[in-house]
C-alpha cells in the first residue's frame, strides 16, 4: 500500500447533506484517502446505514476509521459508568466494523487525582475485558487508546505503548499535536524521529507499517492541550514531522483535526507528496 494516506476527522465542511457517505464522496473529490467517522457524541448510525458507508468507500477507494464517544472513562469510580464505557468502545466497533473501517480510536481514561501506575493497572483490566468480549464474537478491528493532550487524561506515549505491548488487539493512536501540546517539546525532526523509533523498538516495525496518527495545530498552556488549531496559525512543526514519517517509511492513516479539516489535510498531503518527490 501507499505510505501514508491523509484525510479529515469528520466528514469535511461545506457537504450538505453532512452525512459520511457524503462525505467519504467529498474525501475522494478532493483527491484525499481517507475519513475518520466521529461517533464522538454517540453511535448513532444504524446497521442498514453502515452497509452502505461500507460500499461507498469501497467503491470511492476511501478507507475508513472511526472515533468512539467522548464519554469514555475507563477509570470511572462508579461500576456502571465502566460498563458504560465499554458498551460505548464495543458498539463503536461493532459499527464500525460494519463500514469496513479497520481501527476505531478512543479516548481511554482521566486519573481523577489517582497515581497514574493505579490508573494503568485498572484501564488495561477493563480494557482486556472488552477485547476478550471482540475476541469471543470474532471482531477483529484495532482498538486504538489515542495519545492525549491533557495533564488531566490518562495517555501519555509510554502508557500508550505500554498497553499496546500487553494487550492483543491494541495498536497505538499516535496524536503528534496532542504530545507536543503535553509535554511542550516534541516539535522537531529529531524528537518526530526519537518517537518513531520509540514505537518501533517497544511495538516492531510492523507497528510503523500500520500506524493511526492524528495531526493539527493546536493550543496549549501548563495543563497541556487548550484546542486544536489550523497548522499555519500554530507552531506545530508539521514539515519536520511529514520528513520524519517519510524517512522512517511510516505507512498507515492521518487523520488532520485541524478546525479547517480538510483544508489542513491537502496541506499535509501534498507536504508529503513534495518530500516524497525531493527524493
Ligand atoms: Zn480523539
Not at 476527522?9 to 462525505?23: D, F, K, L, M, Y
Not at 470474532?138 to 489515542?146: A, S, Y
Not at 495517555?155 to 505491548?165: P, Q, R, S, V, W
Request: aromatic share 8%; with cysteine.
Amino acid at each position: 500500500m501507499a505510505g501514508l494516506l491523509f484525510g479529515t476527522g469528520g466528514i469535511p465542511h461545506n457537504v450538505r447533506p453532512a452525512s459520511s457517505i457524503n462525505g467519504i464522496k467529498r474525501i475522494a473529490e478532493l483527491g484525499l484517502g481517507c475519513l475518520e467517522i466521529e461517533f464522538v457524541q454517540g453511535v448513532k448510525m444504524g446497521e442498514k446505514s453502515a452497509y452502505l458507508v461500507a460500499e461507498t468507500a469501497t467503491k470511492e477507494g476511501v478507507k475508513l476509521s472511526a472515533h468512539a464517544p467522548y464519554f469514555i472513562n475507563l477509570n470511572a469510580r462508579e461500576p456502571e459508568k465502566i460498563k458504560a464505557s465499554q458498551d460505548r468502545i464495543l458498539q463503536t466497533t461493532h459499527i464500525a466494523s460494519l463500514c469496513g473501517a479497520e481501527s476505531i480510536v478512543f479516548h481511554a481514561a482521566f486519573y481523577l487525582g489517582d497515581p497514574p501506575e493505579k490508573v494503568y493497572e485498572t484501564v488495561k483490566q477493563h480494557l482486556g475485558e472488552t477485547l476478550s468480549q471482540l475476541k469471543r464474537e470474532n471482531i477483529r478491528l484495532w482498538l486504538r487508546p489515542e495519545v492525549m493532550g491533557k495533564l488531566s487524561a490518562f495517555g501519555t506515549l509510554a502508557e500508550i505503548l505500554n498497553l499496546c505491548t500487553e494487550l492483543e488487539g491494541l495498536a497505538p493512536c499516535t496524536d503528534f499535536a496532542h504530545w507536543h501540546a503535553r509535554t511542550g517539546r516534541f516539535n522537531s525532526y529529531q524528537e518526530f524521529a526519537a518517537m518513531l523509533l520509540q514505537i518501533k523498538e517497544r511495538l516492531g516495525r510492523a507497528a510503523l507499517d500500520n500506524m493511526h496518527i492524528h495531526m493539527s495545530g493546536i493550543a496549549y498552556s501548563k495543563k497541556g492541550e487548550v484546542k486544536h488549531l489550523n497548522l499555519k496559525e500554530s507552531d506545530f512543526r508539521y514539515v519536520e514531522l511529514l520528513q520524519a514519517l517519510k524517512d522512517y517509511e511510516a505507512k498507515g492513516l492521518v487523520i488532520c483535526e485541524s478546525p479547517n479539516l480538510e483544508e489542513d489535510a491537502l496541506l499535509l498531503q501534498a507536504t508529503y507528496d513534495t518530500l516524497l518527490k525531493a527524493d
